[in-house]
C-alpha cells in the first residue's frame, strides 16, 4: 500500500513540483484545492476552502506527511486589506488543518509548515541563520503570525516541521520566468542600487528539503529553505544576464521599479528588501546541494 502525502494548497508552482516529485518516490498524492480537477497525472484533488473542516479529513488518517503550502500569494500590492488577507489565509489553514489532525484517529507522522524568509524582515548585509530575529516590517509580521498559529499546534504523534522558504528559481512559476524574461529583452539591471540580498533556492533542492523533512525522523523545528550561497541583486543579475548570454544594463531607478512594480499589480517592497539567509540546520544535517552556487543553477534554467 502507498504512503500518502498531503498537499494543502497545492495546485500552483510549488505544490505540483512537489506532487511530481514524491509521486516519482512511489507516494500517493492528494491534493487539497478550492478549484479541483479531474485526476491529474493521477493526482487526486480535493475540495476544501481552508477554513472549513470538511471530509477531505479523511484523507489524513494514516497519512504520511502533511505538507501545509495554503495562503493567498504575496505578489500583490501591499496594501492593509490585501495583508489582512494574505495573514488570513495562511493562519486560518493552520489552525483548519490544526482542528483536523487533532480528531483524526492515525493522524500524519510529519507536519511539514511553510514559512518564508520574509520572517526576517529588511536585514540588510546581515547573515541569518534559524536563531536570527525576526523583522518589524509588514511581510515579517506575516510571517511571524503564521508561525505563531502552528506553533500553537500541540500534536503528540506528529512531528512539527518549518520551512522559511527562499526566492524559488524554477522555470515554471514564482519570480524567476518574469526576470528572465526582462533580461532576454535586455532589460537585465539591478533593482536599485542592487546591494540588497536575495536568499535564493533552486526548485529541485527545495523540493529535496521536503523529501528529507518528510523521510527523516530525525529533522524537526525550523529550517531556512535556501541555498548555502546568498547573493546581491547586482550580482544576481550579473550571473542571470552571463546565462542568457546578455550584455550590461544600466540599474533600474528606485523611483522606475516602484512604478513599473505597481502597474504590473506587485509590490516593489520584493525586489527591494535584503535578506541574507543561510541554511545552517540544513547543512548540519548533511543536507547535499544539487545547486549551490547560482550560476550553475542558473545556467540549468536557461538552458
Avoid at 500518502?4 to 500552483?12: E, H, T
Avoid at 505538507?67 to 489582512?84: D, Q, S, V, W, Y
Avoid at 527562499?166 to 528572465?180: D, I, K, N, S, T
Amino acid at each position: 500500500m502507498k504512503q500518502r502525502v498531503i498537499l494543502a494548497g497545492g495546485s500552483g508552482f510549488l505544490g505540483t513540483a512537489l506532487a511530481r516529485e514524491f509521486m516519482k518516490r512511489g507516494y500517493e498524492v492528494v491534493v487539497l484545492t478550492r478549484q479541483p480537477k479531474a485526476l491529474r497525472d493521477e493526482v487526486r484533488e480535493i475540495s476544501w476552502d481552508g477554513k472549513t473542516v470538511g471530509d477531505w479529513t479523511r484523507f489524513l488518517d494514516e497519512a504520511r506527511a502533511i505538507i501545509n503550502l495554503a495562503g493567498k500569494n504575496i505578489n500583490c500590492l501591499h496594501t492593509p486589506e490585501n495583508l489582512r488577507e494574505i495573514t488570513n489565509s495562511r493562519v486560518d489553514s493552520v489552525n483548519t488543518l490544526n482542528r483536523a489532525v487533532t480528531e483524526t484517529p492515525r493522524p500524519p507522522k510529519v507536519w511539514i509548515q511553510a514559512s518564508a524568509v520574509g520572517y526576517y524582515g529588511d536585514s540588510g548585509g546581515l547573515i541569518n541563520d534559524e536563531n536570527a530575529s525576526s523583522g518589524n516590517d509588514a511581510l515579517a509580521t506575516v510571517c511571524r503570525d503564521w508561525e505563531a498559529a502552528f506553533n500553537n499546534v500541540k500534536l503528540a504523534e506528529t512531528r512539527k516541521v518549518v520551512l522559511r522558504i527562499g526566492f524559488v528559481l524554477g522555470r515554471e512559476g514564482g519570480g524567476f520566468p518574469v526576470m528572465a524574461g526582462l533580461t532576454k529583452k535586455f532589460l537585465g539591471g539591478a533593482a536599485g542600487n542592487g546591494r540588497q540580498y536575495m536568499s535564493w533556492i533552486h526548485l529541485a533542492d527545495l523540493a529535496q528539503m521536503f523529501v528529507a523533512t518528510v523521510e527523516r525522523g530525525n529533522l524537526n523545528g525550523t529550517f531556512n529553505a535556501v541555498a548555502p550561497n546568498p547573493v546581491t541583486n547586482n550580482e544576481f543579475m550579473r550571473e542571470l544576464r552571463g546565462a542568457m548570454h546578455r550584455p550590461w544594463s544600466p540599474p533600474v531607478p528606485v523611483f522606475a521599479l516602484k512604478l513599473g512594480a505597481r502597474l504590473m499589480g506587485t509590490d516593489p517592497s520584493l525586489a527591494l528588501v535584503s535578506q541574507r539567509c543561510v541554511p545552517k540546520r540544513f547543512l548540519d544535517s548533511s543536507f547535499q546541494f544539487q545547486f549551490s552556487q547560482l550560476r550553475p543553477a542558473l545556467d540549468d534554467l536557461c538552458r
